[in-house]
Nanobody, 125 residues
Framework: QVQLVESGGGLVQAGGSLRLACAASGRTFSDYAMGWFRQAPGKEREFVATISWSGLSTYYADSVNGRFTISRDNPAKTVYLQMNSLAPEDTAVYYC??????????????????WGQGTQVTVSS
């Protein structure tokens, strides 16, 4: 059984930074791409970033490109999301997800089969 546990969320002022982490267990971590999604109040969940199995390929939503960085540590079975220059519109519950494959550029929720419980990020103005 795959388990994904996010950490690192919290309250930060606009312009600040946070680093989210997602620890995985249950299947060979390095075989699968990983992704981050977020859901703001009253909105649908949306894609944020994805990283291939090797970590060599990453892809970002336009809204976070240049501010967020996704990375992974395969021996540690952990994926990270470094978030800089945070803005109030980044306020959301952030979810880590493990893909069905190791492929690149997986932006659809349907391409992920395991999800974490989410971690709240709140950015104050």
């Amino acid at each position: 059984q795959v388990q994904l546990v996010e950490s690192g969320g919290g309250l930060v002022q606009a312009g600040g930074s946070l680093r989210l982490a997602c620890a995985a267990s249950g299947r060979t971590f390095s075989d699968y791409a990983m992704g981050w999604f977020r859901q703001a109040p009253g909105k649908e969940r949306e894609f944020v970033a994805t990283i291939s199995w090797s970590g060599l390929s990453t892809y970002y939503a336009d809204s976070v490109n240049g501010r967020f960085t996704i990375s992974r540590d395969n021996p540690a079975k952990t994926v990270y999301l470094q978030m800089n220059s945070l803005a109030p519109e980044d306020t959301a519950v952030y979810y880590c997800a493990q893909a069905r494959s190791g492929r690149n550029y997986l932006t659809s929720e349907a391409e992920y089969d395991y999800w974490g419980q989410g971690t709240q990020v709140t950015v104050s103005s």
